[in-house]
């Protein structure tokens, strides 16, 4: 069993009394694109933010990269996963420029890398340079989100967490920014897990999925297998019904 | 060396003081309390000391505490009020049983000044000869639509108000008022009875006349130095040389001269000193109102400053410091209101004990003032955070204090600079107060001008510390347009 970007067993994650994340065993394969899907209330953004140690699971083993996580110097290990969230979370003080490059900066880069990677990202992204010194309330909501991922793969990161990205956009920008997200994944050798509501997305978007209900794991694997052979009737029900 | 210690201590103490003793003199903060102290320094200066002037402390026992603390070395007191304000006697006992009370604290009263300036009642003369009034006993039966209105402090102390009412069987409790507002008050019929000092210059310049005291209630007021018994006796022998030259009639008369003749108390200090063949070349009076506004502007904006500033370290490390702990930012908030709640003219009395007066207790309580508004908006700043944005921050890899520098505190900007822009006016405000307790300031001239009933004194205190005020918010204005981060304010309406 090798190339696991994201490895789970029996985690399981509880706010007060409640567990919302009950015995997950996960396998991220390395370097593809993973959707988490499921319904608001499922447990997939807690998923997600356990992988990044945002929290911290109550019960069982999480590996990231093929490490545990470690117990010190936290946010120097944060630093080698990309983050991206739905909305974007800009830094509103902060331009665009400023947005994408404060983490390498603060983490020590040449300012020669800093630039390079600057330029590089935002022409995949296709961010006009016009944008570089805009405040993030003058941009559309297509174009923070552009920024936002770029902000996530500054630091060339391995692994690369997304947070319903598309969620707030209308179907045309999203659409763009699918095309954009090809365009990325095709340059840049990055295992993603993206945790959407939206189960067209993880087709469109992922070659492999888990399908979170209730904070258990219904089924996962490939795209086709699941397709081919649903675990059970909600599973089958996602892909002709979506979601409400 | 255990003996040579003490001796070379007193030695260079001896020296000290021979070389230029410095005394300060303080005085109470109404206008025969300046003129006598003001004649206390010019004597000193006279016989060649050093005089600082710390006048219009706020009331009988600021002046007490300031002296037992050794922040003044001589104020002008009453024997009446040693005896029940300070000593809590309820006998008149002689001045040697006084000094004897005095003594274990450190004070002692000099010879008295020979008048005596006792607690009357006093009303328009129309008044009380329309109601045949003519005792206080007249007033106490009967004619109860009659506006009693006293002094602050004589409603407090028990030969004030507590105890003339059980003598004469008062049933109501009257209301508060300035003691240097009060002649006005009963001129405008605003009030129609008040007490007053036997010896104000006002009794026949408003034609009021003095309800006799038929049941001898008021004790003897004898007005007379009170220094510290560690005064060199070549100080207190020169303060001592006026004792027993001034009578009742005579005083009236000073005191009518500055109240009425428009001559600064400095002025008829040394008339009053002439008077008696002591001539003195103090009788400064500065035509130019310039020096001593750039003096106390310069004074107030000291206090606020460094009052504002410590308030803005100490508010903005300690909001850094809780915001995480619900508890703890809740407490400490908690904390800072419960000061703000308390009157301000109270804080400075309760610092007096800790603290002595002048500017450290002034600082202190200004301090505490601003804290506040500073703290609160700090905590709510912090905690009111985006949560999208917090949690961007701590999950693309920043750490905590990379999170504080770099996204909170420029976040919370503008709400921290709206706070320190409310604990600065306030601190304006409030510094004029200060001067109660001989910190100096803009309420200085305000407390003098009050006291001698001088309203060109109080607007020259009034309004530049409005000016002050007004500066203060608009170089804010600027200060946020600087500080704030560019398009934050127009960021955090847009929301999302």
Known sequence: ?????VELVDVGK????RWVLESIDLRVPEGETTAVVGESGSGKSTLLQLINAVYSADRGAVRVLGEPIPTIDLHLWRRSIGYAIQGAGLFPHLDVRDNVTLLARLAGREPDFVEQRFRTLTELMGLGRDLERRFPHVLSGGERQRVGLCRALMLQPKLLLLDEPFSALDPIVRRDLYGLFDRLRARESVSTVMVTHDPREALRLARHVVVLRGGRVQQSGSIDAVLREPANEYVRSLWSDGFA | MMRLLPMLFSLVCAVHATASERIVVGSKSFNEGYLLSEVVAQLLERAGFDVERRFGLGGTLICFDALTHGDIDVYVEYTGTVAQAILKLDTTPTVDELNASLAPRGVQLLRNFGFDNTYAFAMKEYLARRLGVSTISDIANGHGDLRIVVSHEFLQRSDGWPGLARAYGFARTPGGIEHGLAYRALDDGAIDVTDIYS???????????VLTDDRRFFPEYRAAPLVRSALSQRAKDAIDSLAGTITAGQMQAYNA???????????????LLADRGIRSDRGRTSGSIWPSLRHNTAVHLRLTTIALSGAILVGVL???????????????VYVAGLLQTIPSIALLGLLIPLLGIGTVPAIAALFLYSLLPILRNTVTALTT????????????????????RYVYLPLSMPAIVAGIRTAAVISIGT?????????????????????????RLILQGAVPAALLAVLTEISFEGIERLVVPRHLASATHEGG
């Open chain 1, 1 to 5: 069993m090798n190339g696991a970007a």
């Open chain 1, 14 to 17: 509880r706010f007060g009394a």
């Open chain 2, 199 to 209: 010896t104000d210059g006002e009794v026949a310049r408003y034609g009021l006349v």
């Open chain 2, 257 to 271: 001269r500055v109240t009425f003749g428009g001559v600064s108390y400095q002025q008829v200090a040394s008339e």
């Open chain 2, 318 to 332: 300690l909001g850094v410091a809780v915001y995480r702990s619900r508890w703890l930012s809740g407490t400490m």
């Open chain 2, 385 to 404: 955070m985006d949560p999208v944005v917090s949690r961007v921050a701590l999950a693309i890899g920043m750490s905590r204090s990379e999170q504080l």
């Open chain 2, 431 to 455: 510094a004029t107060l200060a001067a109660f307790i001989g910190a100096g300031g803009l309420g200085d001239p305000i407390v003098t001008g009050l006291a001698l009933n001088d309203p």
